[in-house]
T-cell receptor
Framework: NAGVTQTPKFQVLKTGQSMTLQCAQD?????MSWYRQDPGMGLRLIHY???????DQGEVPNGYNVSRSTTEDFPLRLLSAAPSQTSVYFC????????????FGSGTQLSVL | AQKITQTQPGMFVQEKEAVTLDCTYD???????LFWYKQPSSGEMIFLIY??????QNATEGRYSLNFQKARKSANLVISASQLGDSAMYFC??????????FGAGTTVTVRA
């Protein structure tokens, strides 16, 4: 029972580098999202998707891109990493029912030097 | 826009005692859902409890209960008979008409033996 799988768990980047955080879920959930967690600020929504081919911006989308070519996968791309993007990133998914909880991945600790 | 406020950055509680974590929210939508998540030091996000805005009764899940006061826009989490394993950060979150889940800044709970 894999649930939501995020890779990598840890990553160190230099300023200006690009990378992709991977997220996959095996629960056939329509809704997927990316959050970043910073001390004292809770979790802030970066991007989300309500189904394959549909994405939208959240609260803090600048510097990040997403795509949703399949139901299972929702990668997050950092175009040109900046120290301000040092954070813990969580991918989450749920089904269409609005009362359903989000299932979270285990998180990615990203440091940008 | 939805807003979640958790005013208690940190709390100490004695083992076996009850603790109440405050959460207030702001939304103009008549239909919304309120969630509480636990994040232990391992970093995973654990769903605790859910309350729908039209639910007549306060939600309960084992030792967790949600004190929902709709007129005051308050959704406090009550943990009864605290255990050492309850030491963690706790997040209140809300979803309104859209698919997005907004989180508060969190409250750190430390249970003392």
């Amino acid at each position: 029972n894999a649930g939501v799988t995020q890779t990598p768990k840890f990553q160190v980047l230099k300023t200006g580098q690009s990378m992709t955080l991977q997220c996959a879920q095996d629960m056939n959930h329509e809704y997927m999202s990316w959050y970043r967690q910073d001390p004292g600020m809770g979790l802030r929504l970066i991007h989300y998707s309500v189904g394959a081919g549909i994405t939208d911006q959240g609260e803090v989308p600048n510097g990040y891109n997403v795509s949703r070519s399949t139901t299972e996968d929702f990668p997050l791309r950092l175009l040109s990493a900046a120290p301000s993007q040092t954070s813990v990133y969580f991918c989450a998914s749920r089904n269409r029912d609005r009362g359903q909880k989000l299932f979270f991945g285990s998180g990615t600790q990203l440091s940008v030097l | 826009a939805q807003k979640i406020t958790q005013t208690q950055p940190g709390m100490f509680v004695q083992e076996k005692e009850a603790v109440t974590l405050d959460c207030t929210y702001d939304t103009s939508d008549p239909s919304y859902g309120l969630f509480w998540y636990k994040q232990p030091s391992s970093g995973e996000m654990i769903f605790l409890i859910y309350q729908g805005s039209y639910d007549q009764q306060n939600a309960t899940e084992g030792r967790y209960s949600l004190n929902f006061q709709k007129a005051r826009k308050s959704a406090n989490l009550v943990i009864s008979a605290s255990q050492l394993g309850d030491s963690a950060m706790y997040f209140c979150a809300m979803r309104a008409y859209d698919y997005k889940l907004s989180f508060g800044a969190g409250t750190t709970v430390t249970v003392r033996a």
